[in-house]
């Protein structure tokens, strides 16, 4: 990697940790850094921070293929230029697009160099709650290099936000089963080897995203999936589970749908209630004892002395955190697009307004009281999101008690009912996998 990449790596590598809570990434296989000619594909869900995380995690130079627009637009064109990116030419955006010739062209021959790009063959970042229908450009690509000699791997990348748009969101990043490609004969075949590629490559990115019919299905799947993870001691919110849910659901709703239905609206009118009394699912199983009561006061009072810190940091940091969000919601940018803008601007205001603080320490106490500030923002900045998310888990967990603490019998009813659920979920998970090993 060149120096400057290197750099602008580390740049929005921070950037994107800072915005982000970036859950552990599943690369079993460490396909992120699979040498030779690679293409990175992903689903697309979220704009520019979809080719950031590539860009963050791949553990080698990357190039992207990116929509036109992009590169005309001020300060992001060129940067994106410099890191060598190539133009994709899209009908919708007005471009000719058979200019895409050239890209394809460029695009191959980098694999042919052994070189790695970065692709999202959906064509367009988007808010559905499944993958859209691939475009064929990354089979075109991979099937040209690989008929140039080139072995040819493809890496399916899936993106999983918990709220893609909210700031210190979870994202949950699955690397899937690597594809290798082969090329055979010459172009006259091509258009039956290209569907026949993009198919798997949508197989493949079906395995690591979550796919579902409507959004209104999330909260179902969620939950039957807590409930499902308490009945058997484990801990909810697995990501890869929660996709076998998603997946499922469709085969369950057209296998029983009578019994599907009915089992649907007893975990959506479960989740209701738990949503009135601000619990989670996990909480009904919490018993509270004494000594952990005791200790969990004693640990968070000791949190008491970082106040003064946080109260300067939120003083000082008011302006970097709304400025972003007032420019997202004044451009009214839509939820794909909405921490793209979010984050660049964050990137460009809060050095800008670290700079602001140290002149005014500087005009205020002069050299020494500007060199304390600029040293000081950093960690004072890191411990203010520190603090607040440690203090907003515990938050949740008093508000659990003083709900649950005190009310045994809504607290065993609930625990009660959704074990009951448990075991239903349990006894259609079972009749999904007879159904799909039949």
């Known amino acids: 990697m060149s120096a400057f990449y290197t750099f602008v790596r580390a740049l929005f590598g921070l950037a994107v940790r800072l915005f982000f809570r970036l859950g552990p990434v599943v690369d079993p296989a460490r396909a992120l850094g699979t040498p030779g000619p690679v293409i990175f594909v992903g689903n697309h869900p979220n704009g520019l921070v979809d080719p950031a995380l590539v860009f963050v995690l791949a553990e080698r130079h990357v190039t992207f293929l990116a929509k036109e627009p992009l590169f005309r637009m001020p300060v992001l064109g060129a940067l994106i230029k410099a890191l060598g990116a190539l133009p994709v030419f899209r009908k919708k955006d007005g471009a000719d697009t058979a200019k895409n010739d050239g890209t394809l062209s460029a695009a191959a021959q980098a694999l042919v160099q052994g070189r790695a790009i970065t692709i999202f063959p959906e064509g367009k970042s988007h808010s559905e709650p499944m993958l859209q229908e691939l475009k064929t450009g990354c089979a075109r690509i991979a099937l040209m290099a690989a008929r140039q000699g080139a072995a040819v791997q493809i890496v399916p990348l899936g993106f999983t936000y918990e709220a893609k748009n909210r700031f210190r969101s979870e994202v949950h990043v699955e690397v899937g089963r690597v594809l290798a490609v082969v090329g055979s004969g010459d172009f006259e075949d091509d258009r039956e080897q290209v569907s026949a590629l993009t198919g798997r490559i949508a197989q493949a990115l079906s395995e690591v995203t979550l796919n579902l019919e409507a959004w209104e299905d999330l909260p179902i799947v969620e939950t039957a999936e807590a409930l499902y993870a308490l009945t058997k001691g484990e801990a909810?919110?697995?990501?890869?589970?929660?996709?076998?849910?998603?997946?499922?659901?469709?085969?369950?709703?057209?296998?029983?749908?009578?019994?599907?239905?009915?089992?649907?609206?007893?975990?959506?009118?479960?989740?209701?209630?738990?949503?009135?009394?601000?619990?989670?699912?996990?909480?009904?199983?919490?018993?509270?004892?004494?000594?952990?009561?005791?200790?969990?006061?004693?640990?968070?009072?000791?949190?008491?002395?970082?106040?003064?810190?946080?109260?300067?940091?939120?003083?000082?940091?008011?302006?970097?955190?709304?400025?972003?969000?007032?420019?997202?919601?004044?451009?009214?940018?839509?939820?794909?697009?909405?921490?793209?803008?979010?984050?660049?601007?964050?990137?460009?205001?809060?050095?800008?307004w670290w700079a602001v603080l140290t002149g005014v320490a500087f005009v205020a106490w002069g050299g020494w009281g500007a060199l304390a500030v600029f040293a000081a923002v950093p960690p004072v900045a890191l411990f203010t999101r520190y603090f607040l998310e440690r203090r907003h888990g515990a938050y949740l967990d008093a508000r659990a008690f003083f709900v649950l603490g005190s009310r045994r019998r809504l607290k065993a009813r609930l625990r009660?009912?959704?074990?009951?659920?448990?075991?239903?979920?349990?006894?259609?998970?079972?009749?999904?996998?007879?159904?799909?090993?039949?």
Do not use: C
């Open 236 to 352: 909810e919110g697995d990501p890869e589970r929660t996709r076998a849910f998603a997946k499922g659901l469709p085969v369950v709703r057209g296998a029983e749908p009578e019994r599907f239905e009915q089992l649907k609206a007893q975990v959506a009118s479960f989740a209701r209630r738990l949503e009135l009394v601000e619990v989670r699912p996990a909480d009904l199983h919490v018993r509270y004892r004494l000594g952990t009561v005791a200790r969990f006061v004693l640990r968070n009072a000791m949190w008491l002395v970082g106040l003064p810190v946080v109260a300067a940091g939120l003083v000082a940091f008011f302006i970097p955190y709304w400025v972003p969000l007032l420019l997202a919601r004044a451009s009214r940018a839509e939820a794909d697009v909405e921490s793209t803008v979010k984050l660049l601007a964050a990137m460009l205001v809060a050095p800008l």
């Open 416 to 438: 009660d009912e959704g074990l009951a659920l448990g075991r239903q979920i349990d006894a259609l998970v079972e009749a999904y996998r007879a159904h799909v090993t039949a």
